[in-house]
């Protein structure tokens, strides 16, 4: 079974919609948890972490929920720039686990 | 703030060449430090992580090899390149528990 779980989309939706990804995790001792973006040909970007009474900032809001292993992430008004792929990433002891990402193509 | 630099940016090697990849962190003490490959329209594949000088953990049993000599500073290499170790090699750090994990900016390494 695999560490995290995402759906890989592509999501096209047009700029102002609201759009969510989820991901599932496999290891219920994962501590921590984050969203990356990861532009075409360049390295992964922390987007925000996830904290487990759920958190937001600005037009994103990150959610988990350790009981069923589920992460999510919902982003509102979208624009051209959220063009990206989204990483999923828990992290356990020293080690972080990505998910294969959830391309996310914001048309005008 | 803290820094983290790869080099070079990119690389063309042919096969059964030798590889040496390096990044080095600026700004911190005693970081983890992680070697990732990403192939092409792939996920990232961890290959090494090290929690201190000397100290490396190997996740994928293959031709490559890491090594930490100074605290900020990790170094993956290869006797000699196979086709299949191309792809974009993905240096990043974190600091303790629970913190996050930060990206160098990678090294595109084509193996002809």
Redesign the interface.
């Known amino acids: 079974r695999k560490e995290v779980e995402q759906d890989p989309g592509p999501f096209n939706v047009p700029e102002g919609a609201t759009v969510a990804f989820n991901c599932t995790y496999s290891n219920s001792a994962s501590q921590s948890f984050f969203w990356y973006r990861q532009d075409c040909r360049k390295e992964p970007k922390l987007l925000m972490s996830v904290y487990s009474s759920g958190n937001e900032d600005g037009r994103f809001t990150a959610q988990l929920n350790r009981a069923s292993q589920y992460i999510s992430l919902l982003i509102r008004d979208s624009k051209l720039s959220d063009s990206a792929t989204y990483l999923c990433v828990p992290r356990t002891g020293n080690q972080f686990y990505f998910g294969t990402g959830t391309s996310l193509t914001v048309i005008p | 703030s803290q820094t983290i630099h790869q080099w070079p940016a990119t690389l063309v090697q042919p096969v059964g060449s030798p590889l040496s990849l390096e990044c080095t962190v600026e700004g911190t003490s005693n970081p983890?430090l992680?070697w990732?490959r990403q192939a092409a329209g792939?996920?990232?594949q961890?290959l090494f992580?090290s929690?201190g000088i000397g100290q490396i953990s190997s996740e994928v049993p293959q031709n490559l090899s890491a090594s930490r000599p100074q605290d900020r500073q990790f170094i993956l290499s290869s006797k000699k390149l196979l086709l299949s170790d191309s792809g974009?090699y993905?240096c990043?750090w974190?600091e303790g528990?629970?913190?996050?994990?930060?990206?160098?900016?990678?090294t595109?390494l084509l193996v002809l």
């Open positions: 983890n992680y990732y792939r996920g990232l961890l992580y929690v974009f993905l990043a974190s528990a629970g913190e996050t994990q930060y990206f160098g900016p990678g595109r």
